[in-house]
């Protein structure tokens, strides 16, 4: 197997890693969105101060449990887009590099 095989072998490879990371993100969006959402649903009832009565804390706090959490994903799916637009570049990279090399003999 030559060089550039190789090179386009990894450059397949590492465009599906890419390809599956971003459906990941667009889940983990879709997710976070949800729980946000299902977030405020939740803070406007009365179960916010039931939780807040269970945990034994006030009902603000358990809204900045949740805000905080929120953020954590946020964060999470920040650093998972970088990721993402990482193994894009470097796949694209690697596919200059197979088409510049050419066929060996």
């Known amino acids: 197997m030559?060089?550039?095989d190789q090179?386009?072998?990894a450059a397949l490879r590492v465009a599906a890693a890419a390809a599956a990371a971003w459906w990941l993100l667009?889940?983990?969006l879709l997710v976070v969105t949800g729980i946000g959402l299902?977030?405020?649903a939740f803070v406007h009832t009365p179960l916010i101060e039931a939780v807040a009565w269970l945990w034994g804390i006030e009902?603000?706090?358990v809204?900045?449990?949740?805000?905080?959490?929120?953020?954590g994903l946020?964060?999470?799916l920040t650093l998972w887009a970088g990721a993402c637009v990482f193994l894009s570049l470097y796949a694209r990279g690697l596919?200059?590099?197979?088409?510049?090399?050419?066929?060996e003999a």
């Not at 596919?95 to 066929?103: D, I, L």
């Open 74 to 76: 946020k964060f999470s």
């Open 59 to 61: 009902p603000e706090t």
């Open 7 to 9: 090179v386009s072998r």
């Open 38 to 40: 299902l977030f405020l």
């Open 63 to 71: 809204a900045l449990i949740w805000i905080v959490f929120l953020a």
């Open 26 to 28: 667009l889940i983990g």
């Open 95 to 103: 596919r200059r590099a197979a088409a510049m090399a050419g066929p």
């Open 2 to 4: 030559s060089a550039s």
